[in-house]
């Protein structure tokens, strides 16, 4: 009998983190950074997982100048800051020493909330899922990290 995929993975030593798609086609998905919850928009194209501004006291980051310039989602050229050694938990998933870039999300939260979707803290991108060897199941709407 053939295996689904879930079973597949889960006995690989994956876990299982529920993703909830947004009016705006996203999937979101509830991470913690350094012991705080937040709301996330999961982003394959990002190349790095980011935080607003606005977040930087509630996940408790150390946030230090970057002459990195963002970019995306309508936006560019804009002034960043960097934050080392996060300690990032998605479900059972958990890595220490992530490094997350800071920077405006006003424009990625008024295009969500214009959209009737809610407001996130920030991105996770490739570099979270790359760590975790991510598969994403977008057909029943899960993501799976290797624990």
């Not at 909830?20 to 950074?33: M, V």
């Not at 394959?44 to 935080?51: D, F, K, M, R």
Request: proline share 1%; net charge positive.
């Amino acid at each position: 009998m053939d295996k689904t995929l879930q079973e597949f993975l889960l006995e690989r030593g994956y876990t299982k983190i529920k993703l909830h798609l947004t009016k705006t086609n996203h999937f979101e998905i509830k991470a913690s950074i350094n012991g705080k919850k937040g709301l996330f928009i999961l982003d394959t194209g990002a190349s790095s997982s980011c935080v607003g501004f606005d977040s930087i006291e509630t996940f408790k980051l150390q946030a230090e100048d970057s002459d990195i310039k963002a970019a995306g989602a309508g936006a560019v050229d804009m002034d960043t800051k960097m934050s080392k050694r996060n300690k990032v938990k998605i479900g059972k998933w958990s890595h220490t020493r992530v490094t997350l870039v800071l920077f405006d999300l006003t424009h990625v939260n008024t295009a969500l909330t214009n959209h009737n979707s809610k407001p996130v803290h920030g991105i996770i991108g490739a570099d979270i899922l790359k760590k975790g060897k991510a598969i994403i199941d977008y057909q029943r709407k899960y993501l799976y990290l290797k624990v």
